[in-house]
């Protein structure tokens, strides 16, 4: 499975942006799309991730409420929009697949990942 992401970009605190990640290659073994992030210094870390099937979703407790991940089955394509955007969300992200069921929080977990694209919210 090859991942695209992109839609990142510089916006001020309290704006929004829309991410995308287009999946190709093996994609009927997607079993999950998540996203994470990775700020300077940190690990990375989760964001949200949705059941490619079923359509299941979960969130870090950080951005619940502000971030929402769909998906277009169709377009193989996993969205994150991110609303009421924190200088603390300033962040390269990651999409990524896993294959198999289980935890969906750890990085490690995750079989496939894609270039990263970056998100820098301004105060």
């Known amino acids: 499975v090859q991942l695209q992401a992109s839609g990142g970009g510089l916006v001020q605190a309290g704006g929004s942006l829309k991410l995308s990640c287009t999946a190709s290659g093996r994609t009927r073994s997607m079993y999950v799309m998540g996203w994470f992030r990775q700020a300077p210094g940190k690990e990375r870390e989760f964001v949200a991730a949705?059941?490619?099937?079923?359509?299941?979703?979960w969130y870090d407790d950080s951005v619940k409420g502000r971030f929402t991940i769909s998906r277009d089955n169709a377009k193989n394509t996993v969205y994150l929009q991110m609303n009421s955007l924190k200088p603390e969300d300033t962040a390269v992200y990651y999409c990524?697949?896993?294959?198999?069921?289980?935890?969906?929080?750890?990085?490690?977990?995750?079989?496939?990942w894609g270039q990263g694209t970056q998100v820098t919210v301004s105060s």
């Open positions: 990524a697949v896993k294959e198999y069921s289980g935890t969906y929080y750890h990085a490690s977990r995750y079989d496939y």
């Open positions: 949705m059941e490619w099937s079923g359509g299941g979703t």
